[in-house]
């Protein structure tokens, strides 16, 4: 089974800017959907970005337009580029692979994301 492991979180003043990286221990070419969830303190975990094993991305309402989900299959790698960072985008977030071919979600450890002047 694939292991995540996320990296790029950190403190950041709003209006700036963070790429959060999601290495996979093995391919994810044609085999995963790949995204990112978040959750902030006391909620539950939403959504934020996907993108398909062929590419497809899709948005939460809240990330549209300031967030942009890419892929590198040749890296494993899948990365968030957040722009325009607000404090409600404050959570840990959570990279995820699922199989394109009947499989469960699985998860990384997480990143914090701090958004605060």
């Known amino acids: 089974q694939v292991q995540l492991a996320e990296s790029g979180g950190g403190l950041v003043q709003p209006g700036g800017s963070l790429r959060l990286s999601c290495a996979a221990s093995?391919?994810?070419?044609?085999?995963?959907?790949m995204g990112w969830f978040r959750q902030a303190p006391g909620k539950g975990r939403d959504l934020v970005a996907l993108?398909?094993?062929?590419?497809?991305?899709s948005y939460a309402d809240s990330a549209k337009g300031r967030f942009t989900i890419s892929r590198d299959n040749a890296e494993n790698t899948v990365y968030l580029q957040m722009n325009s960072l607000k404090p409600e985008d404050t959570a840990v977030y959570y990279c995820?692979?699922?199989?394109?071919?009947?499989?469960?979600?699985?998860w990384g450890q997480g990143t914090q994301v701090t958004v605060s002047s």
């Open positions: 993108i398909s094993s062929n590419g497809r991305t």
């Open positions: 995820f692979a699922r199989p394109v071919i009947n499989g469960g979600f699985i």
């Open positions: 093995r391919s994810i070419a044609n085999i995963y959907n």
